[in-house]
Nanobody
Framework: QVQLVESGGGLVQAGGSLRLPCAASGRTYSIYVMGWFRQAPGKEREFVAAIRRSVGSTNYADSVKGRFTISRDNAENTVYLQMNSLLPEDTAVYYC?????????????????WGQGTQVTVSS
């Protein structure tokens, strides 16, 4: 099993920045790809970004391209989501996810492991 713990959420003004770490533990050797999703009130959980741990290749949702950056520290088994130029519509609970598959998956069903989520609120 793999455990994921997110942190770093909070309240920030529009235009500001936040960095969300996600620490993995357990059978981390089985993880090929880690991703971030978010869910706003009344909306479906949506893909934000993903990274392949071995080579660092990435994939982003169009809504965050150029503003968000996903990175990893394999020695610390941690993935980061750097969020810049935040907008009120970025307000959501942000979830870290992991999969043993090598594809840079963008759907919820393709990830086996999930964190508990961290709230990000962007005020206008």
């Amino acid at each position: 099993q793999v455990q994921l713990v997110e942190s770093g959420g909070g309240l920030v003004q529009a235009g500001g920045s936040l960095r969300l770490p996600c620490a993995a533990s357990g059978r981390t050797y089985s993880i090929y790809v880690m991703g971030w999703f978010r869910q706003a009130p009344g909306k479906e959980r949506e893909f934000v970004a993903a990274i392949r741990r071995s080579v660092g290749s990435t994939n982003y949702a169009d809504s965050v391209k150029g503003r968000f950056t996903i990175s990893r520290d394999n020695a610390e088994n941690t993935v980061y989501l750097q969020m810049n130029s935040l907008l009120p519509e970025d307000t959501a609970v942000y979830y870290c996810a992991a999969t043993g598959a090598s594809r840079l998956a963008i759907t919820r069903a393709q990830y086996e492991y999930w964190g508990q989520g961290t709230q990000v609120t962007v005020s206008s």
